[in-house]
């Protein structure tokens, strides 16, 4: 009989001090170079061209959504790492002045990629004139359109001309564009306008074959293509002995030659060494032993990202992005990350307009319960909305 993989706000608070996983095994492991056999030979950090932009970026890169310790960011950079993704609402607007304290004395060793939302033409600038100074650099490497959802947003003219007009300034380099939701189509939107340098992508080992067929097509065009949420949630469990889900959920991206960097969440020193570690070996059935089994025990938590949820719902209740929220809570143990998330969907979606789930019409192609699962979210999240 399979557990039910409920979780309440205080088991939350309760099991969340036991430790953070990202992508990665929990930061009570042996740091890799304190490890013996052939894990202690050099490893050798692939670099690989981000499209037409011709940067070299390292394939292991760096998500900072989280981090709140510079020294992680160094320890990374030592570790040969030199691409990290941050926004400037990540952190409520902190994150971008930690990752500063480091480009402070390393600029040159790092290509920086942040965000801004799609507003107006002078809310845009003024936004991305603020992330110049808390990064504490001159030029930002990648600029990029915030998590656009439909098929408009990348062809919005006006967030284009704020993007060309920063880019003739000087105050950016290359612009891109990430998503979340109906992937494939902001993908081909986006392509269509023969404008961007760059898209940042859902991608794991369960994406549908619709976003990867873009993905080609898109990294033929000469974008560069960058993946996110890897891991599936970077669950934790002490079932797999000795083998890693998360680098092998690493390494299966990494197989596509046309993913040029990808961004796991990096928190700690163990969370850099073991995401570095994946780059020691291809993957191979060792690995695919592990996201089998991966699947199996989170077979009830991992959402695709597909978006066809949300497509079923007759409130129009955000589905996918209810997920991802509880991804945040169960896999990445991150309770504040996950409440801020759900409460800005909150504002501007019908997150509890489904209070009966009882008749609930929408299903899920991964096989997620999403009755019991926006339960679990209200009970979680609700309370403490406010």
């Keep these: 009989m399979k557990k039910k993989a409920g979780i309440n706000r205080r088991e939350f608070v309760k099991t969340a001090l036991a430790g953070s996983a990202i992508g990665v095994l929990p930061v009570t492991l042996p740091r890799l170079n304190q490890e013996k056999t052939e894990k202690n030979k050099p490893i050798e950090i692939e670099y690989r061209k981000l499209g037409k932009t011709n940067l070299k970026v390292s394939a292991i890169g760096m998500g ?18 030199n691409y990290f993704d941050t926004a400037h609402c990540y952190m409520n607007g902190n994150n971008e002045p930690i990752v500063g304290t480091v480009l402070k004395t390393r600029r040159k060793e790092v290509i920086i990629a942040t965000k801004v939302h799609i507003a107006s033409e002078t809310e845009m600038i003024a936004s991305v004139e ?10 930002i490497d990648i600029i990029q359109l915030h998590s656009l959802k439909e098929a408009e947003h990348p062809q ?13 300034r000087g105050l950016v380099r290359f612009l891109g564009f990430t998503t979340h939701k109906n992937q494939a189509e902001v993908m081909a939107a986006g392509l269509e306008t023969n404008f961007y340098d760059t898209i940042l992508v859902t991608y794991s080992y369960k994406t549908n074959d ?7 097509k898109a990294a033929k065009a000469g974008l560069g293509i960058i993946a996110m949420k890897t891991q599936q949630g970077g669950f934790k469990s002490d079932k797999f ?5 998360h680098q092998a959920a690493l390494r299966w991206v990494l197989q596509n ?3 040029a960097t990808t961004i796991p969440s990096m928190v700690a020193f163990a969370h850099v060494d073991e995401n570095v570690g994946t780059m020691r070996e291809k993957f191979g059935a060792t690995d695919q032993k592990a996201l089998d089994q991966y699947g199996q025990l989170f077979e009830g938590e991992i ?15 955000p589905v996918q992005d209810i997920n991802r929220c509880l991804m945040y809570a169960k896999g990445y143990r991150d309770f504040d990350l996950a409440l801020n998330t759900y409460r800005e969907l909150h504002a501007v979606s019908p997150v509890t307009a489904c209070v009966d789930c009882s008749n609930c019409i929408v299903h899920c192609e991964s096989g997620l319960n999403i009755p019991r699962r926006l339960q679990e979210a209200r009970e979680l999240f609700n309370p403490v909305l406010t």
């Design 257 to 259: 030659k046309n993913i």
């Design 130 to 139: 603020s992330s110049l100074k808390n990064l504490q650099t001159d030029v």
């Design 156 to 168: 919005n003219e006006e967030a284009m001309n704020a993007l060309s007009k920063l880019r003739q």
């Design 210 to 216: 619709d976003i990867a067929k873009m993905i080609d």
């Design 241 to 245: 002995k000795g083998m890693s889900p």
């Design 64 to 81: 900072v959504m989280r981090t709140s310790d510079p020294a992680v960011i160094h320890h990374a950079i030592d570790s040969g790492i």
């Design 303 to 317: 959402c695709n990202f597909c978006g066809s949820c949300d497509k079923l719902c007759p409130n129009e209740v």
